[in-house]
């Protein structure tokens, strides 16, 4: 079986033809009369053309929509470093190729063209971004710093190598504020689960799981976890969906807090003392109708061996993966307020929210590390490779962690970074993970997080006023 690190990465962003590919797709009759029909049906009047950024925003153009046929022929052309936020250093320049970048063409994605729920004159299409074809040598090729790209072209592959699909569902926490949005709980208890809460909320609920259905999330539960706390959750799938219905998700929530006067936050860790917002990504393996996770025949863990040495990958390569699960200076002050249910070692158990992997007696892998600020699409693409590895290797994930002992696994694996900068040297120092990334998106990648962490490192906070304004010498 050839594995991850056995492939030059360029095969993945190598196909010249890619771009002629789609474009002959988008123009067959079936997708332009379903286009039209759908803009007919609604009375989509504009369109936006969109993209996931390396930092997981969004971005798009608007083009009005009796231009839908042009669009899927010809694309839309975004500056390159759009895809990297647009983001200068510290000293001015712009990350990702400067001003002087090309740019890229992004090709609409017909399936993913929906209506915007809270106004069915605007429409939404996802598209994936190439290479300008008439470019020497490089045109026509996905663009490599396409994340979204990337994580179906990996799952692809993965699929292709070893016959299994990979299925994940998220669970996106977030905080809310404002208005109505005060918090009823006891002096040293949580206010988690209780339904005054939970009615407090109902507004909030109510807008977004019925913006949330009708752009395809097929929603299943929510709960209030913590201070202004909600997450709501929605039905398992092949992952590079999950990863679209979680950044259709993210700005579903941005446009509630409009509508409601509130605000919305997917800030990693808002409050010292409170639990952060987590991404927990629920994982599973399956052939056809099978999930390869459950060994009916083994009680401990109802684990098999393939779930066992895909887990072991997962453990081997956390350290490596972390600046892209916890990708904020922020993300990591969820590790070190201890008791707030964040994994601050490298273990796994069953149903224990004290392990890094838990093992659900349902056949998942819930893999706590990513939070709420996660691109999916890396961190999809990140836990795809992690496992290929474990299972090509027949990684030993150790013993199970005790439920009762928190951090109590035998050393078998790196340590977790409990900083980005540490994070980020974590990345470098793994090969295997890094190589997952075309080398591009990796470059540019460490650049806007090595900017972020000398940002942070070269601002003075309230914290070090407190300490050390009156107190030194």
Known sequence: MTTL??????????????FAAHQEKNLSAAVIEEMQRKINEAGVEYVYYMLPTIGSRVIAKMVPANHFKRNLEKGIAFHRTALADLQTD?????????????????????????PLPWDTSVARVFCSAYEPPHLNEVGGRPLATDSRSLLKRAHAAFTER????????????????????????????????????????????????????????DMIEGDYEDDGQLELNWMYDRVELTADRLVTYRQICKQVARELGVHASFMPKPYTGSMGNGCHHNISLWKGDTNLLIDEGRVELHL????????????????GSMSIMASTVNSYKRFWDAGQFAPSAVNWGLDSRACMVRISS???MEYRLPDASVN???????????????????????KPLDDQVRGSAEPKFKPLPLTLGDAIDSLS???????????????????????????YCGAVTDWDRAMYWETLP
């Not at 690190?5 to 190598?14: G, Q, T, Y």
């Not at 999916?376 to 150790?398: C, F, R, V, W």
């Not at 120092?429 to 940002?455: S, V």
């Open 376 to 398: 999916p699409y890396l961190s999809h693409t990140l836990l795809i490779a992690a496992m290929e590895d474990g299972i090509n290797k027949q990684t030993d994930p150790g």
């Open 304 to 319: 098999s061996d393939i779930g066992r040495y895909a887990v072991g990958g997962m453990l081997e390569h956390a350290a």
């Open 5 to 18: 690190s056995e492939r030059p990465v360029l095969d993945i962003v190598s196909d010249r033809n890619a």
């Open 90 to 114: 510290r000293f001015g320049n712009l990350i990702g190729g400067g001003i002087e970048a090309k740019e890229f063409v992004g090709l609409p994605d017909p399936e993913t063209f929906a």
């Open 429 to 455: 120092a793994d090969p295997y993970i890094l190589n997952a990334l075309p080398e591009q998106l990796g470059d540019i990648y460490t650049a806007l997080k090595n900017d972020e962490w000398a940002r």
């Open 362 to 364: 349902n056949g998942r």
């Open 162 to 217: 070893t016959g299994m699909e990979v299925r994940s569902g998220c669970e996106p926490e977030m905080t809310w504020t404002g208005p109505g949005m005060e918090v009823i709980k006891k002096p040293g208890s949580s206010p988690a689960y209780q339904v005054e809460n939970l009615e407090r909320m109902r507004e909030v609920f109510k807008k977004l799981v019925t913006y949330s259905k009708a752009l395809g999330l």
